[in-house]
């Protein structure tokens, strides 16, 4: 068993606790509070000064996929032009886990990351909640898969318009979309109707069985759109169809807010520390997050990473603080939002009994302060990063 003691525990389930305790059994949380029973016999972690929370969670990225410092050679995020639709595409499939922005993610504390596809095509392929700690994928997985991506606006034009391909415009877009749910929802329907009957099942098509956690609402589409109009054909289908949904980066969301707050769709905003590099950006403020969540929308905020280095995931939540975002919904949207907006909650994101044992402690408060540092960062229990200079 594994004590941290003394430190200001941020527990993301209630109130802070100066000089509270974190007591970790193997790979889970067994509790955390002023006091907890600890046996004679714990490894005891002084924390003294330092901030104890959370292991941080990244809602959106794509490491792993496109790799730190590489080429075309660990370019695997988009399987395009052949196909838009490929919702059979696992991420699972091309995540490398030696990818060595995980190790500079973890010396940052964050130890939760949402991997999925790019925006190249209308339906992407399934993406993963994964641990950033890890030599096998299979050993990393916290849930998979975990929404399937979709994508609206400029990327997708541009992609299949080079090409002289459909879809080339948004009707295009949105019309392939509805498609292929359409049809998803038939084979779900003839699947159902089966009942196990395997003389009844519909013929095998892999797309549509990727495609029925999302019918069945057990996974989100999640939703990449950057522009108001977008994000809006993207709640309509969503609508029409009864599905589960994210907004992903939600750039001009701030402009829509009042309505947006009508759907009650959860928004993960980002990435921020970017230059405004194409024509849906040129709205682009870090006021976002705020006016977001000002109108009870339920936030996080993505790195994109690498379009923003996974290992800034605490900065870019901190230059949402600057825009005028309070810091507890900062924290949160990088802790316990990110982790309910994915479907991963009952794992991460939260210093509660039960939970994986993902713990980092910080000298200093890395939203807040530039000159912060990592002391320590635990995930399943096991110290995978320690600052010695500070530890």
Not at 198 to 203: E, G, I, L, T, V
Not at 365 to 373: A, G, K, Q, T
């Amino acid at each position: 068993m594994i004590l941290i003691k003394n430190g200001l525990v941020k527990t993301m389930a209630g109130q802070d606790i100066p000089n509270g305790q974190v007591l970790l059994d193997g790979d889970k949380i067994v509790a955390a509070g002023k006091e907890v029973n600890a046996p004679a016999d714990a490894q005891v972690i002084d924390a003294t000064g330092c901030l104890v929370t959370p292991g941080l969670v990244e809602a959106h990225c794509h490491t792993g996929l496109r790799e730190d410092g590489i080429k075309i050679e660990g370019e695997d995020v988009n399987e395009y032009p052949q196909d838009p639709i490929g919702p059979q595409v696992r991420v699972i499939d091309a995540i490398n886990p030696m990818d060595r922005a995980f190790e500079e993610a973890i010396a940052y504390g964050v130890t939760t990351a949402t991997v999925t596809t790019g925006s190249r095509n209308v339906m992407g392929g399934q993406g993963a909640a994964i641990k950033t700690y890890g030599k096998r994928i299979d050993n990393m997985i916290i849930k998979f898969p975990v929404c399937v991506k979709t994508a609206f606006g400029e990327n997708t034009k541009a992609t299949y318009g080079a090409v002289h391909k459909s879809p080339c415009s948004r009707l295009g877009i949105a019309a392939l979309l509805r498609e292929t749910l359409f049809k998803a929802r038939e084979y779900q329907q003839a699947v159902d109707a089966a009942n196990g009957d395997k003389s009844k099942m519909p013929k095998f098509d892999m797309k549509m069985e990727a495609l029925l956690p999302v019918m069945r609402r057990e996974i989100p589409l999640k939703c990449h759109a950057h522009r108001a109009d977008d994000i809006f054909t993207a709640i309509r289908i969503c609508n029409e169809f009864n599905l589960k949904m994210t907004m992903e980066h939600c750039t001009e969301g701030y402009l829509v807010a009042d309505e947006l707050a009508k759907e009650g769709k959860p928004a993960i905003v980002g990435p921020g520390l970017t230059s405004r590099s194409k024509v849906e950006l040129r709205n682009s403020t870090w006021k976002n997050a705020k006016i977001l969540s000002d109108a009870g929308i339920k936030i996080a905020i993505m790195t994109d990473a690498p379009v923003v280095p996974l290992k800034y995931l605490a900065l870019s939540a901190g230059q949402a603080i600057g825009a005028g975002l309070d810091e507890e919904t900062a924290w949160k949207a990088i802790t316990i939002n990110a982790a309910e907006i994915v479907g991963i909650a009952d794992r991460v994101g939260s210093l509660e009994a039960g939970k994986d044992a993902d713990v980092v402690i910080f000298k200093g408060n890395p939203v807040l302060e530039m000159n912060s540092h990592t002391v320590m960062t635990i995930i399943n229990g096991q110290i995978v990063y320690k600052n010695e200079e500070l530890a």
